[in-house]
């Protein structure tokens, strides 16, 4: 009788699994950092120039300067040859083309349909306003160098061309001035573009508040003696051509800031906040 010997079943064991690799300390320390501030203002300043209308737009600066300064040298007459009656004849279409580029600025991100993809990459859209508002403060103020320059330029032409000496009859702070006339004039345009969030809206709201509007106040107080002390109260316009063509005094920067609070901060502050609440599309 023979016996069978079985050898003995193995039960197999289940294989351990390797140990998760843990990332090591300075890796899982590390934070992402926003986009710097300087990197934004940079994107929204090369916006302006990339399309062929934003590009003929900023162009549109250098060349308004250069045709009112021909202008002023064929058509003034000699004793008006000098570096105010430039700065005069400049400054006039830029007050109208820079809140337009302020307003493109803030509008195009609507009107072409970036603003997913922008609010996207930048989620916090407070920072990317304030880059827009830099960036068409940065172009305000190069183009009144621009302008100075320029006018300087026709001042010494104009007076070598009619035999006079040249007349520098603008000082630093009337200079000052105009330049803080068109950052508030740029500064409405952007406030008009957060309001309205379409080109053709706020480049119409903003014709009737420069056009429309100082012609209705002037007739008022004209025809309304009740309201002519209270004009340069509520008049923005009024208020802003002061720092044209006159010394500015305590009761004048009073008169400014409160229209400009009326006109422009609070009208700004509810155009931001319905930009940070508001759905985009």
């Given at each position: 009788m023979t016996t069978q010997i079985q050898a003995p079943t193995q039960t197999p064991t289940p294989a351990t699994p390797a140990p998760a690799r843990t990332p090591?300390?300075?890796?899982?320390?590390?934070a992402v950092r926003p986009i710097p501030t300087t990197r934004l203002v940079g994107v929204e300043l090369r916006k302006m120039f990339d399309t062929r209308a934003g590009f003929w737009l900023?162009?549109?600066?250098?060349?308004?300067?250069?045709?009112a300064t021909a202008a002023v040298i064929i058509w003034a007459p000699d004793e008006a040859i000098t570096q105010n009656t430039f700065s005069t004849a400049i400054g006039m279409p830029l007050s109208i083309v820079l809140p337009i580029i302020a307003i493109l600025s803030v509008t195009s991100e609507?009107?072409?349909?970036?603003?997913?993809t922008t609010y996207t990459l930048v989620p916090w859209r407070g920072r990317v306003m304030t880059a827009k508002v830099v960036a068409t403060l940065l172009v305000g103020v190069a183009a009144m160098f621009v302008a100075l320059a320029v006018g300087a330029l026709g001042n010494v032409v104009g007076s070598a061309i009619t035999g006079l000496d040249a007349t520098w009859d603008i000082t630093l702070t009337q200079f000052g001035n105009i330049v803080l006339a068109n950052v508030l004039g740029m500064l409405m345009g952007s406030m008009l573009g957060v309001l309205f969030r379409s080109s053709a809206g706020a480049i119409v709201g903003y014709f009737v508040y420069s056009l429309v509007l100082p012609v209705a106040f002037g007739t008022l107080a004209a025809f309304q003696e009740w309201f002519r002390d209270l004009q340069p109260w509520v008049d923005v316009n009024f208020a802003v051509t002061r720092l044209y063509d006159?010394?500015?005094?305590?009761?004048?920067?009073?008169?400014?800031?409160?229209?400009?609070?009326v006109w422009l901060w609070i009208p700004l502050a509810l155009g931001l906040r319905a930009v940070l609440r508001a759905e985009v599309k």
């Open positions: 090591s300390a300075p890796a899982a320390a590390r900023m162009a549109s600066v250098g060349i308004v300067a250069v045709l609507y009107s072409q349909r970036t603003g997913l006159q010394t500015m005094t305590a009761e004048y920067w009073q008169q400014l800031g409160v229209s400009t609070l």
